[in-house]
């Protein structure tokens, strides 16, 4: 016992400075441990200078932004709990859709992380490096005060940019999907909260028709078991998937939020080589902060500011039951499409009555049979009406209702580094990025054109298209392959589907092929370090089974990577990618509606992007028919 007494005091005896070193070989959750010890330790463990070597562990920000950071919270333990609840997020997220490309990159921005779509985009004049990259904002999530998370979502409609606040769940360490999603919540207290200017502004038909779902299908023996029953919660995953789309719908619908103070404010420091320049981006994006912040807790432009937080409702939550209500409206109209009798046939007709019909048959999810009729029975509950059942029991829940951002981990397979995605579920995925290391020296992110000289564009095409290409290393039959997955593409009409690999080499097979050419664009001479062995992609058995043929891929003494097509000579040209810095430097654009803006679940062959004044409206193929 004397020996931990003795022990005990020379630790609490220590500097702050040595304990922060012996700190670093400590999590921040062995912190807090130690902290509910004693009071002793606890006084110890509460020192600045040890959370801020936590946040320098965690390694997300440099020393001197973490230094300005501090300044936004109450600690630099709030501070540490923010950077380690948001680290699994950083990095590159993608979906299938639109097939040109959907890259969405998760980086810090200030006292926050900020999700920016790379558009699909040509090569300007100035190449990768020194010309701007096209982004646009998905999501954001602030740090308050005390370290905790707050979630907005833009989007933009009708010409004018919105937020979409909402709540996070918790973030899990290995996350690989991301999820948007509704969920009740029970309120703490029983105050009425106040209805939004927006949920005002919807009658309840127009509600209904976002909802479309209630539970007039079920028996009255359901519904008296229901009642008699413990409200079971209902996941958001399991409701049908127009269920989902509309709940998400409205709710984006009433409590986005129009602040115009925000419009020329930056999300996140640029690029600046002096400090005079830096500073003035760091107050203004402590201004956009403290806006932020108090939009997500009083509401936004329509609310009045000075009257006090007891007079104003939460505007991330909506009051379930005024959606409840609307779902009766839905009795009396599948009522209508029923019938009276206990089976109805309810057959095609190319009238428009007929197509209105059939519309609302789809709506609520009864679909016909092959020879074009719909037999619908009450004695016998259908799947469709198991699923409204459902719906109503999700509702059910809670007593508000709001957007969430679950950061989820999934058994996803995949096939060359590229994830299987689900087609009907609002979300990202997150591509596992390799680390370059020596056996693994170009794994990363690439980025480049088709062409040589690289990124110089010619006087009969000004500019180039820009791929991104994620680079990594697989073992198969022995064999260490470098794969070339592609993410992005900057074509108006897309060649190749994403997760397609663009080449494949093998890294242990040496190529005797010689380079084409001798000078690179500075007409300075070329030496080729390494050369190996490959396949490039071609023209295949249609759009989804692409074929290949034979190439090598060199390796410049200036880091350049160029992979060519023996027999066509195409030529695809890459560097290694710095997206954070491209972002710093890039020029933001509009985004897209907000659940498109996170999740752009329809097929899309073309550039859902193209609108933009500075790109190309129409960017032909540069290989489509050479290789």
Not at 356 to 362: A, E, G, K, L, T
Not at 381 to 386: I, K, L, Q, T, V
Not at 409 to 438: C, E, G, I, V
Not at 518 to 536: I, L, M, Q, R, Y
Request: contains cysteine.
């Amino acid at each position: 016992m004397l020996s931990e007494s003795c022990g005990l005091s020379l630790l609490v005896a220590l500097p702050d400075d040595i304990f922060s070193i012996i700190s670093r070989f400590l999590f921040p959750r062995d912190l807090c441990n130690l902290s509910v010890c004693c009071k002793s330790l606890c006084s110890l463990v509460a020192s600045e200078k040890i959370w801020l070597t936590q946040c320098d562990m965690v390694g997300i920000l440099p020393h001197e932004e973490l230094i300005e950071w501090r300044k936004g919270v109450s600690s630099y333990k709030a501070l540490c709990c923010f950077l380690v609840s948001v680290k699994p997020l950083i990095g590159i997220w993608v979906h299938q859709n639109p097939e040109l490309g959907n890259v969405v990159y998760v980086m810090p921005g200030f006292v926050s992380v900020v999700g920016c779509r790379i558009i699909p985009q040509e090569l300007g004049p100035l190449g990768v490096e020194d010309g701007p990259i096209l982004w646009a904002p998905v999501f954001e999530i602030i740090a308050d005060f005390d370290g905790s998370t707050i979630f907005f979502l833009h989007g933009r409609e009708k010409g004018h940019d919105y937020l979409y606040p909402g709540l996070i769940k918790a973030v899990e360490r290995s996350c690989n999907v991301l999820l948007l999603e509704v969920e009740p919540k029970q309120q703490k207290n029983q105050g009425k909260l106040l209805q939004s200017s927006s949920l005002i502004q919807y009658p309840e038909k127009e509600i209904s028709r976002k909802v479309g779902r209630s539970n007039s299908g079920l028996s009255r023996s359901q519904r008296v078991l229901e009642q008699s029953e413990p409200v079971q919660a209902v996941p958001f995953s399991k409701l049908a998937f127009s269920d989902r789309r509309k709940l998400l719908e409205t709710v984006t619908s009433q409590v986005r939020l129009k602040v115009s103070d925000l419009e020329s404010r930056p999300l996140f420091p640029q690029l600046r080589d002096d400090v005079e320049n830096f500073q003035k981006d760091m107050v203004l994006l402590s201004e956009r902060r403290s806006i932020l912040l108090k939009i997500f807790k009083f509401g936004g432009d329509d609310i009045d500011w000075k009257a006090g937080p007891e007079l104003l409702s939460d505007p991330t939550q909506l009051e379930l039951s005024e959606i409840r209500k609307t779902l009766d409206i839905w009795s009396s109209v599948r009522s209508t499409l029923s019938g009276d009798h206990g089976h109805k046939h309810l057959t095609k007709s190319k009238t428009l009555g007929g197509y209105f019909r059939n519309s609302f048959r789809q709506i609520l999810g009864r679909s016909g049979s092959i020879n074009g009729t719909c037999t619908i029975s009450r004695n016998s509950p259908s799947a469709s009406e198991n699923r409204h059942g459902l719906l109503h029991q999700f509702l059910k829940s809670g007593d508000t209702i709001g957007l969430t951002l679950h950061a989820c981990t999934m058994k996803l397979s995949s096939y060359r580094a590229w994830p299987n995605m689900h087609d009907s579920r609002f979300a990202l995925y997150k591509l596992p990025l390799q680390a370059p290391r020596t056996d693994q020296e170009y794994a990363g992110l690439w980025g480049g054109t088709f062409g040589w000289p690289p990124g110089i564009p010619s006087e009969d095409k000004p500019g180039k298209a820009l791929f991104f290409l994620l680079l990594s290393y697989e073992e198969s039959r022995g064999q260490r392959l470098l794969i070339a997955t592609k993410i992005l593409e900057g074509t108006h009409y897309v060649l190749h589907p994403n997760g397609s690999a663009m080449f494949i080499v093998n890294v242990d097979e040496p190529s005797l092929d010689p380079f084409p050419w001798d000078t690179d664009a500075d007409s300075c001479p070329v030496n080729v370090k390494h050369a190996f062995v490959g396949e490039g992609i071609a023209n295949g058995y249609g759009f989804r089974y692409p074929g290949s043929k034979p190439g090598s891929l060199f390796v410049t003494q200036n880091g350049i990577l160029a992979f060519i097509w023996k027999e066509s000579r195409v030529v695809l040209t890459l560097q290694r990618l710095n997206l954070p810095e491209l972002l710093k430097k890039g020029e933001q654009v509009p985004a897209l509606l907000p659940i498109n803006n996170f999740s752009y679940l329809t097929k899309s062959y073309s550039n859902v992007f193209a609108g933009f004044s500075n790109m190309s409206t129409c960017l032909s193929s540069p290989r489509q028919n050479q290789i």
